[in-house]
């Protein structure tokens, strides 16, 4: 899901500094107090990404369909249910939690934008599944970021050029053996 860009708050880390300038700085918002991340490996997947953007993305029929995710920085949330509901209500006036929303950035002012995650949701289904929640928790990761480049998944065709974006960008980030391990305690 799209929306507007809420305001920045919390605990954030920034990841990033002193690197190439064609790394990107990710900051990093672990709302989730039962969730344990490495916010170090988060930033590699966005920069892995980011390198690997005209591969993963790979323009259909019309060239200025899809683009690299606009320059500057990114946040990256991982909420609860319960916070992510209250975006989504706020943002796009549905109470209902979801898994992600993404929140396009004002790159003149240095901000590609925020994606902000459910882990609730990403172990609910992975359980319900019977899949890795490390790798569902990336892979709303990499749907936020695609979303950011232009991405959509509304009508049919959309989802399916959506789908087979996420498998290119996770089949990378398997083969680097980069899905970040995220822990969700009781």
């Keep these: 899901m799209q929306g507007p860009g809420p305001g920045k708050a919390g605990n954030h880390s920034e990841t990033g500094k002193g690197s190439p300038a064609s790394r990107r700085l990710v900051r990093v918002h672990n709302g989730h107090t039962r969730l344990r991340l490495d916010r170090r490996a988060l930033a590699s997947v966005i920069h892995l990404l980011d390198a690997n953007a005209p591969g993963i993305l790979h323009p259909g029929p019309s060239p200025d369909a899809f683009h690299p995710v606009p320059p500057g920085e990114l946040s990256l949330a991982f909420l609860t249910d319960s916070a992510m509901a209250r975006l989504h209500a706020s943002f796009l006036g549905d109470p209902s939690p979801t898994d992600v929303i993404t929140f396009e950035g004002t790159p003149k002012l240095g901000q590609a934008g925020e994606i902000c995650v459910s882990a609730d949701t990403a172990l609910a289904f992975a359980t319900g599944r019977g899949r890795d929640f490390s790798e569902e928790l990336t892979l709303y990761v990499v749907h ?13 065709a959309d989802k399916k050029r959506m789908r087979a974006a996420e498998a290119r960008s996770l089949a990378l980030l398997r083969t680097r053996g980069m899905i970040p391990e995220f822990v969700l305690t009781r």
Excluded: I, T, V
């Design 144 to 156: 936020g970021w695609l979303h950011l480049a232009g991405h959509d998944d509304r009508s049919p």
